[in-house]
């Protein structure tokens, strides 16, 4: 199964990124929860309306953060698809709304309040379906965002990272770099402008997570990565699915993440990101998690 599930960031300004996300980019916020590394810290989560995986964008919420150095390697750029006949209508929303961009054939680039590099790429795609579609949203459903479409790794040894993809999931690179799922699914990898340390801050993406169909699927990838010899950092669950995190040789996190359980454990799928939640392993420490992370 070849495809994305999620992309997390850090943001510093949890209200400029909620009004971005939900009023301007019209996505849903799905989940109102704490990062399981630091109970101190907010995660949130905006993606379709069910919070589909290949949808979904997370933010870890860190109120002093300061800027970002993306040098010797980072992962950068979210490229988000737009169904048929849509670019016309977002075009006109970002003039309305003073956003500055730039446009190239049926793309338009953009930066969000972190100055994350966005695009908005209109496909021959057909708009979302029910259940998927987000009802609350400001944009018209006919012209919401259908998934997330790409990303780049930027590293220092561009044929190590290909080299990782292709020996552990046989995802090979074209003559440009890219890895290809379908036509409108893809990311790339390119070389690093410099070897100056990277330094995370607002806006910098922590990781890219993609798809695992099932528990058993991701256990024998874990085990193939142990084989190889990769970078594994842990296998774990996050309640809502299970994931492995691997350092690609090029010193980005990459995570697998499972399809299920989903968002819905902890919360009904018409109220989700409605209050703070935790998934259920989490919930005896919820009084002391509240006390931390709205001090």
Do not use: C
Not at 11 to 24: I, P
Not at 169 to 178: Q, R, T
Not at 208 to 228: N, T, Y
């Amino acid at each position: 199964m070849k495809n994305f599930h999620h992309i997390s960031l850090l943001t510093r300004d949890k209200e400029k990124n909620l009004a971005f996300y939900t009023e301007f980019l019209g996505l849903r916020f799905i989940k109102n929860t704490v990062n399981q590394e630091n109970h101190r810290m907010l995660h949130w989560y905006y993606g379709d309306y069910a919070g589909t995986p290949g949808t979904v964008i997370t933010f870890f919420v860190v109120p002093r953060l300061g800027s970002r150095y993306d040098n010797q390697h980072s992962i950068e750029t979210i490229g988000f698809n737009l169904p048929k006949n849509s670019l016309a209508y977002w075009e006109e929303r970002l003039l309305k709304a003073n956003i500055p961009y730039e446009k190239n054939e049926k793309t338009l680039n953009f930066l969000d309040p972190d100055k994350v590099k966005l695009s908005l790429t209109e496909t021959s795609l057909p708009p979302l379906k029910e259940n998927h579609f987000v009802k609350k949203s400001p944009v018209p459903k006919e012209k919401q965002i259908l998934t997330i479409r790409s990303s780049e790794f930027h590293v220092p040894h561009v044929e190590k990272t290909q080299g990782f993809f292709e020996q552990l999931l046989d995802w090979k690179s074209n003559e440009e770099g890219k890895i290809f799922f379908d036509e409108n699914h893809f990311f790339s990898i390119v070389k690093s402008p410099n070897e100056k340390e990277t330094h995370m801050g607002k806006g910098s993406i922590d990781h890219i997570a993609f798809l695992v169909k099932g528990d058993q699927e991701l256990e024998a990838l874990h085990k193939k990565a142990q084989g190889q010899n990769w970078n594994i950092e842990k296998i774990i669950s996050r309640g809502y699915f299970k994931s492995l995190y691997i350092r690609e040789p090029g010193g980005n996190r990459v995570e697998f993440a499972t399809a299920t359980p989903g968002f819905t454990i902890d919360a009904s799928l018409e109220h989700l990101g409605e209050e703070f939640t935790l998934p259920p392993f989490l919930m005896p420490d919820y009084d002391d998690i509240i006390k931390n992370i709205y001090k």
